[in-house]
Each structure stands twice: as C-alpha cells, then as structure tokens.
C-alpha cells in the first residue's frame, strides 16, 4: 500500500542515516525482510525511479512507525539524507517475501555486512521470541560501518565483528569469521543481508557445513512492486531450471544455494528463455 | 470520458503502456483493474525469453533507461496463465506482441486469434528484425508494413490490430502511413528513444547492453510531437498517445495533439496508481474547460490559428436543454 508518511526522528548511526517514519499500515503488515520504495526529490523532480529500503525496526509508537537505515550514495538518497522531522516522504510497502522463520527453536548465525545488518534485528527478535539461539556476524570496511554492533550485543548469545582495516573486531570480512562461529554454535541455520559477493562468500561456507541459508539481496530497483523487470538475477527454482526472477517480487529473501552468484550480471546460457536454446531444455 | 479504439469501446482513455504493468497481477494488488481504460500487456514473444544481462536500469534526467530486452514467459505460459487471469475478470486487455522474424508475428497472431479476452493487439515493431542485419521494424516502412499486413490478415475483423511505433525514424509519418494502409486499425505512439548513459564510478556504460531505451517525462515533448505529426496526415486514424505521460496535463497534450487513448509508463514504477490520478486530473481538466465529451478535444490544438475555441463553458451552458 501507498502511505504519506511522516518523519518522526532522523539520526545518524555512524557512516549511516536512519530515519524514522510514521506508517500505520506498513507497521502493521510488515514481517521481517519486508522492504518499501520510497519516493525521492519531492513532487516536482527529476528522478522518476523509487529508491528501495529494508527496515529496521518497526514500533506501534504513532499507529506504526517504520526504520529506514541507508547510506549517500547519490542524489536519491542525498535528498532522503535531508529529511527533518514533520517532513511528509511517499513511501510504497511493505514489498517482497519476507525471511521464512523456523518453527522449532533451532541455532541461528545471523550475519550482515555495511547497512545490511539492519535488516536482520526485526529477524533476530522474532527468533529469540520463538526460542531460537541468535548469534551475530557483523562486518564493514572500518569500524564506523558496522552497523548495529551494540545492539547485536545486547541480543545475541555472541556477536562478532570484522572489519577489513582492523579498526574493530577481527581484521577480515564476515566469511573470514563465520566458519568458526558456525562450528561454535553448532547453528542450524544462516540469515544473512550483505552485498552480492559477500553472499555469495556467505552461502559457500553455509553449504560447506551442509547448513541451509537464507538470503537478503540488495539489487538496484526502478518500481519495487514486480513491473519493470530490472532487478532480476538467476535463481535455481524447485524444478531445477534456472529462471531470471526479480529480487522485489520473488525475493528479496532467498535460498542461498539456489541463487547463482557466479552469474548474476548475466544470462547463464541454461536459464530459461537464454539466448540460444536454453528454452528448448526447458520445455 | 468514454472512448474509441477503432470500433472498441473503452471506458476511459488511459491504459497502461506496454512492458509496465508485468501480466496484471502486480498492479492488482494496488487497485481495481477495470477502472482502467485496458491494460496492455508485455510483448509476448514465441519462447520464453530471460532477456539482458543486468544492470537493465539507469537513471536519468528526468527519465530512466531500460533494456530488459523483452523478458516474459513466451505465449504457451502466457495463454495458459496469463491470458485468463485477466479474461475471467472482464479486464480490457491490449495484447502486445514482439518478434525478430515476420513469421515469428504472424505465428504470434495465429495463437491469439482465438484467445477469448484479447480487447486489441498491439504489435511492438521495435525488435530487431533477424532477417535484416538487426534493423529494427519500425524503423523500414516496407518491413513494419508487412508485419501489420501479415499480422491483420490472421487476426479476426473485431480485433483491431494495433502498429506501435518508434520514435526513432527520419519520418514518422510515412511509417505510420504505410502501417495503416497495410491494414493497421490504429497506431500507437511512441515506443522508447535509444539512449546511452556512462557510469563515470566504473568508467563504462551504465547499462549492460551498452544502449537502453528512454522513457519518462523527458520523452513527452517527443511524443507530442509524433502525435502531432500523424494526427495532421491522417486525421482518421485512432492514436494511442504514450511517452513520459506523468500527470492529466501531459495527458491532455496528447488528446489535443490528436490521441484518443494515453499510456501511462514509467509513472507507474514511480507511483502504482498513476493510472487512476492521471485519469481524474483529465476528467478534471475537461470538465474546467467545458469539454462534455472525450472526443471533441481529440486532436483540437490542430484547428487553425484565430478559430475560435470550439467548446468554451459559456457554449456548452448555452447549448445544454
């Protein structure tokens, strides 16, 4: 659904802005992985693209609040970055399939990378409410970029933190970490939001240990809502045949193992309808 | 606000554009379907298709390119799922075909020329065409014709078929001249202007397939113009108005440049019930202006300058019983 939402708060959280916005009904739908579009530049712009978010948190302060946490990258995300509080902001949501939660209070490693990481808290408490174990990997560039680290701690059984200069935690990135925290926790299973080719890093360690992991991706969209096509990448589905599926509409929570991450970019030549015959396979 | 596609009635003038509203079912969630004028689906294409390489999408001023290259599920899936899920509900559909072969259209129309629920059919004449180095339909007058020519003969009579043209040619108008005397029952325009954005981070296009095509608000001018053009040579022909359509206003520049219909496209990535509020604004554009029926601004910037305005609120009270 469509929301004119108000901001309620904005922070900064070190290298990142997070923003709270008042959204009754996104509160009350949304599930953890669940993300919104959100309308950048005001009514008269030029940028005619919505700009996609995970949530953070989500409260029932005011009806319903709802977090965003992003980073600058360009003139989008700039204009959000100046939000005040009482501005109104369009926001669209909440969009895609959520993390698919276990029933049964099994050990869960949950590792996120930059501002991926804040997508996994709303997880981890819906985890721990079933009983499940929780216990954080949590990585970025430098120590400013790890996003969440206290909270993680507060949380979770153990958190551990990588940075790739050392500035905290281990020196490394959260594959570096996380075998060993996976044969620590004995874990059952793995939740993790991070760039592509961290995921990708994610998801052969997780099937190294014969463990089913669970993935957000972080694909550039244009609508959010499934028409444009643009945020596609090559996921194996139940039938074995690869499809080029769109990480808003059928993700962006993933099978780790069934996306290709050695292809996403690409058309992998046995997708289905690849240029060249893929679909005669299919068939 | 009633309207004529050929001898097809829609409840009102604003459809979606085709490749925007996926196959119905996205948009479903957001609004009724049937309060729209009809929905145009994708291009349909013979085999499923997985399309380009990503990144299909880059932004740009005022507009966005896109080169997803024709990604769908190919017209077995399609009339196995998609087709009905919007014939069982009664929704206006505008079927939109593409193919790189005249046969491949003309296979296309075979399938569909018994398919209940198909309102009209759109041919996408902007593919490359395998036959001719690559070269796309619309770009050769002689090419789009035969394609229209092939593709009228299969469908039935009561289905009006439909030329979607780009805008890209030296001359608009001989194209759309010689798509309708092919047999084309009306035409739409514009499909998407080539265009090419470089990442200056990476050093290298931004999009995968180097060219992608232009759409949003930048375009309109260009679609206004096209309109404009084909309406004065062939004033009979429907024109389904599409190019950066983002409010009633831009709308409504259509209407008078000479369309009867309007797609809506990319303003349906930016707002899911584009379709709706652009609809309103024009009811309310109209209404202000004393228009009291759809047609009778259709093409109306066209008359002579110093001709008085033909349908003022004062004339319009003055007439009314």
């Given at each position: 659904m469509q929301v004119t939402g108000t901001v309620l708060t904005t922070r900064r959280v070190d290298a990142y802005h997070a923003l709270t916005v008042v959204a009754p009904g996104i509160a009350e739908r949304y599930r953890p992985g669940h993300f919104v579009s959100v309308a950048v530049g005001g009514a008269h712009t030029s940028m005619v693209t919505r700009r996609a978010f995970s949530i953070h948190d989500v409260k029932p302060?005011?009806?319903?609040?709802?977090?965003?946490?992003?980073?600058?990258?360009?003139?989008?995300?700039?204009?959000?970055?100046?939000?005040?509080?009482?501005?109104?902001?369009?926001?669209?949501?909440?969009?895609?399939?959520?993390f698919p939660l276990p029933r049964d209070p099994v050990h869960c490693v949950l590792v996120g990378s930059e501002y991926g990481s804040a997508v996994l808290f709303p997880v981890a408490d819906q985890l721990i409410e079933r009983g499940c174990r929780v216990d954080f990997v949590l990585g970025g560039a430098s120590a400013d970029r790890v996003f969440g680290a206290m909270r993680a701690r507060r949380m979770a059984?153990?958190?551990?933190?990588?940075?790739?200069?050392?500035?905290?935690?281990?020196?490394?990135r959260v594959t570096d970490a996380l075998p060993a925290v996976i044969a620590d926790t004995r874990a059952d299973v793995v939740y993790a939001c991070a760039p592509m080719e961290t995921l990708r890093a994610v998801t052969a360690v997780a099937m190294e240990f014969d463990i089913?992991?669970?993935?957000?991706?972080?694909?550039?969209?244009?609508?959010?809502i499934g028409v444009c096509m643009t945020c596609v990448l090559p996921v194996i589905g139940d039938d074995g045949v690869t499809r080029m599926v769109r990480?808003?509409?059928?993700?962006?929570?993933?099978?780790?193992?069934?996306?290709?991450?050695?292809?996403?970019?690409?058309?992998?030549f046995d997708a289905l309808g690849a240029p060249g015959g893929g679909a005669r396979h299919a068939g | 606000m009633r309207t004529f596609l050929a001898h097809v009635e829609l409840a009102n003038p604003i459809t979606t554009a085709a490749g925007c509203a996926a196959s119905g079912r996205e948009l479903a969630q957001f609004f009724d379907l049937h309060r729209l004028g009809a929905l145009t689906t994708s291009s349909i294409t013979m085999a499923p298709r997985a399309g380009r390489p990503t990144p299909r999408m880059a932004e740009t001023p005022s507009g966005m390119l896109n080169a997803v290259g024709l990604q769908g599920p190919g017209i077995d899936a399609f009339l196995e799922r998609e087709l009905p899920w919007l014939a069982q509900?009664?929704?206006?559909?505008?079927?939109?075909?593409?193919?790189?072969?005249?046969?491949?259209?003309?296979?296309?129309?075979?399938r569909l020329a018994d398919a209940p629920g198909v309102t009209a059919l759109e041919v996408n004449l902007s593919?490359?065409?395998?036959?001719?180095?690559?070269?796309?339909?619309?770009?050769?007058?002689?090419?789009?014709?035969?394609?229209?020519?092939s593709v009228r003969s299969i469908m039935r009579y009561d289905v009006p078929v439909v030329a979607k043209l780009a805008p890209d040619v030296a001359d608009i108008v001989s194209v759309a001249r010689?798509?309708?005397?092919?047999?084309?029952?009306?035409?739409?325009?514009?499909?998407?202007?080539?265009?090419?954005?470089?990442?200056?981070?990476?050093?290298?296009?931004?999009?995968?397939?180097?060219?992608?095509?232009?759409?949003?608000?930048?375009?309109?001018?260009?679609?206004?113009?096209?309109?404009?053009?084909?309406?004065?040579?062939?004033?009979?022909?429907?024109?389904?108005?599409?190019?950066?359509?983002?409010?009633?206003?831009?709308?409504f520049q259509l209407i008078l440049a000479g369309a009867c219909a309007v797609g809506v496209g990319t303003a349906l990535f930016h707002d899911p019930y584009a379709c709706l509020r652009i609809e309103r604004e024009l009811e309310d554009l109209l209404r202000a202006r004393g228009f009291q029926r759809l047609a009778d601004a259709v093409g109306l910037a066209h008359r002579p300058p110093g001709s008085a305005p033909r349908h003022l609120l004062v004339d319009s009270e003055e007439s009314s019983p």
């Open positions: 302060d005011y009806g319903g609040t709802v977090e965003l946490v992003f980073t600058v990258r360009g003139p989008g995300t700039a204009w959000l970055a100046e939000r005040r509080a009482r501005d109104t902001i369009d926001l669209v949501g909440p969009l895609g399939r959520p059984q153990t958190t551990t933190l990588t940075t790739e200069d050392g500035s905290l935690g281990l020196r490394g089913p992991v669970q993935v957000a991706v972080e694909e550039a969209m244009a609508c959010g990480a808003c509409a059928e993700g962006p929570v993933f099978r780790g193992e069934r996306v290709r991450f050695e292809d996403v970019g690409t058309i992998p | 509900r009664g929704i206006r559909t505008i079927v939109s075909i593409g193919g790189g072969t005249m046969a491949e259209y003309s296979a296309l129309a075979r593919c490359p065409n395998i036959e001719d180095r690559g070269r796309v339909f619309a770009r050769e007058g002689s090419a789009a014709a035969e394609v229209i020519a010689a798509c309708v005397d092919a047999g084309a029952d009306a035409l739409s325009m514009i499909n998407n202007p080539l265009g090419m954005a470089i990442d200056t981070e990476a050093l290298r296009p931004s999009l995968a397939a180097v060219t992608g095509g232009l759409s949003g608000p930048a375009i309109l001018p260009l679609a206004v113009r096209c309109v404009w053009q084909v309406h004065a040579a062939l004033p009979g022909v429907p024109l389904i108005g599409v190019g950066g359509v983002t409010t009633g206003r831009d709308a």
